[in-house]
């Protein structure tokens, strides 16, 4: 059905098309390193997801998220003072360089633009 939110609060937003994952988070602060800051969030995700390598612009992850084994990577998006980092996890290094491709053109809000609305979950 294509994607939609799996999970929603205040500075997160989570999207699936049910085979992959994409996550913004709000708050991160630029002026750390990418790396570092993806570590600290990714220690208080509900898997086993670590920091496997990378450039200043995208740090590749992997390990295990509900006992699945899982590859991706983070991205920082700059916005204004603060910065959204976003995730993206696939099964496999193929569905994870997918989701790059899919959001290469990712930015942030721009002043006066709505947000990006989503669909809720499909019912079944």
Request: negative net charge; contains cysteine.
């Amino acid at each position: 059905p294509g994607w939609y939110v799996s999970q929603r609060s205040p500075t997160t937003v989570a999207l699936t098309d049910g085979r992959r994952f994409i996550s913004l988070i709000a708050g991160a602060d630029p002026e750390l390193p990418l790396d570092r800051v993806a570590a600290a969030f990714l220690k208080a995700t509900r898997g086993e997801l670590a920091v496997t390598g990378g450039t200043s612009e995208r740090v590749t992850i992997a390990g295990q998220l509900d006992g699945q084994h899982v590859e991706g990577w983070v991205r920082e998006l700059a916005c204004g003072a603060s910065a959204v980092l976003m995730f993206g996890i696939a099964n496999d290094p193929e569905g994870a360089t997918e989701l790059a491709t899919l959001t290469a053109g990712a930015r942030c809000t721009r002043p006066g633009e709505s947000p990006t609305t989503w669909p809720d979950p499909p019912t079944h």
